[in-house]
């Protein structure tokens, strides 16, 4: 199974400012999940990013994969105080395992 | 996205008590449901993979025996702590593989169970 790892573990900017996550992973992958979990809440799905794709955007959220160095990044642009929450990565189909995740804090 | 819940969203028990969770993938039939727990500030940690009509796969360290995982239809399973303790006091989560669109995991909104 694979896992991935985020980094930096916490971020803290202003509002309207981007905020940048990076995650790396071990083996090879079908696909790469980033997803966000407000405190005491479950994970929601934010964007998924195939091996062959490099980049892709969703709205606000940039994703870049870069498969020969087995990481990815998440631009969270313009970003505002409800995007305060922790990030996490996630690799694999047969399972999904999760790193200890990048808390964003974005003050007003 | 795809839809799953969980019932309850909370429980408080008195220890040597069993607690059911259910998870549900409400718009999507899900052969695999995953079983995750989360202490304060920490990671998700997998519990074990439950596949449908199979037996479910615990991780090391996960006792089968305490915690039961029964996945009898394509949108349920469950999660049975026994015998609860304190220390069995946690965020539980579960999510669904939606095999229409990529096997992208759709998360339940957890349970919180407290042992006293």
Known sequence: ????????????????????????????????QWYRQNSGRGLVHLILIRSNEREKHSGRLRVTLDTSKKSSSLLITASRAADTASYFCATGSNDMRFGAGTRLTVKP | GAVVSQHPSWVICKSGTSVKIECRSL?????????????PKQSLMLMATSNEG???TYEQGVEKDKFLINHASLTLSTLTVTSAHPEDSSFYICSARDPRREETQYFGPGTRLLVL
Request: hydrophobic residues 30%.
């Open chain 1, 1 to 32: 199974s694979q896992q991935g790892e985020e980094d930096p573990q916490a971020l803290s900017i202003q509002e309207g400012e981007n905020a940048t996550m990076n995650c790396s992973y071990k083996t090879s992958i079908n696909n790469l």
């Open chain 2, 54 to 56: 199979s037996k479910a």
């Open chain 2, 27 to 39: 718009d999507f039939q899900a052969t695999t449901m995953f079983w995750y727990r989360q202490f």
